[in-house]
């Protein structure tokens, strides 16, 4: 789909230029080494790239998220975080150990 017409700046090279680092339509602008004529595409580039911030900052989340999870599986080999001992487990019985 054509988001310029004016430059033949289509979406997969809006997309492209936000991979590369472009955060505005002027800086996608940019670079394609051209400028605004009409200003008819620039509310759509600015959705597609309020969009492509959206899924970046998504995706960080998301790879902080795994992050903390391998963290954690590291220390406790089993499936879960560890749970710690209470300080008097040898005085207390099994079945009250639940209570605390």
Do not use: W
């Amino acid at each position: 789909m054509y988001v310029c017409i004016c430059h033949a700046l289509n979406d997969k090279k809006v997309k492209a230029a936000l991979d590369q680092g472009a955060t505005t339509p002027a800086s996608v602008f940019r670079h394609h080494n051209c400028q605004v004529q009409c200003g008819k595409c620039v509310p759509t580039m600015r959705s597609m790239a309020s969009e492509h911030r959206a899924v970046l900052v998504q995706q960080a989340a998301a790879a902080t998220t795994i992050a903390a999870v391998a963290a954690t599986s590291a220390t406790a080999p089993c499936c879960g975080p560890a749970i710690p001992e209470p300080a008097n487990a040898e005085a207390i019985p099994a079945y009250a150990v639940a209570a605390e």
